[in-house]
Nanobody
Framework: QVELVESGGGLVQPGGSLRLSCRAS????????MGWYRQAPGKERELVAA???????NYADSVKGRFTISRDITKSTVYLQMNGLKPEDTAVYYC??????????WGQGTQVTVSS
């Protein structure tokens, strides 16, 4: 069983920043990929950013240049630094871990609200 615990969400004004954290209950090297997804009301869940075991990152076009995914292997933690936040970034953000079999594990989600 894998547990992913997210933290760092909240309310921020447009243009502000937040950093999300996701701590895994086992080494993040045991997964092929770690990522962040988000789901806004009435919309499908979408991939925001991901990092492979080898350190390759990819981002949704809508967040490129504003968001950065990183990891601390010693802490089994993945981060999502979000800068230049916009109201359209408002969503529940979910941490995801995918193993070599393609099985997905999910965190409980953390709310990010961008509003003045």
């Amino acid at each position: 069983q894998v547990e992913l615990v997210e933290s760092g969400g909240g309310l921020v004004q447009p243009g502000g920043s937040l950093r999300l954290s996701c701590r895994a209950s086992r080494s993040i090297f045991s997964f092929n990929r770690m990522g962040w997804y988000r789901q806004a009301p009435g919309k499908e869940r979408e991939l925001v950013a991901a990092v492979t075991r080898g350190g390759i990152t990819n981002y949704a076009d809508s967040v490129k240049g504003r968001f950065t995914i990183s990891r601390d292997i010693t802490k089994s933690t993945v981060y999502l630094q979000m800068n230049g936040l916009k109201p359209e970034d408002t969503a529940v953000y979910y941490c995801n871990a995918r193993n070599e079999l393609g099985e997905d594990y999910w965190g409980q989600g953390t709310q990010v609200t961008v509003s003045s």
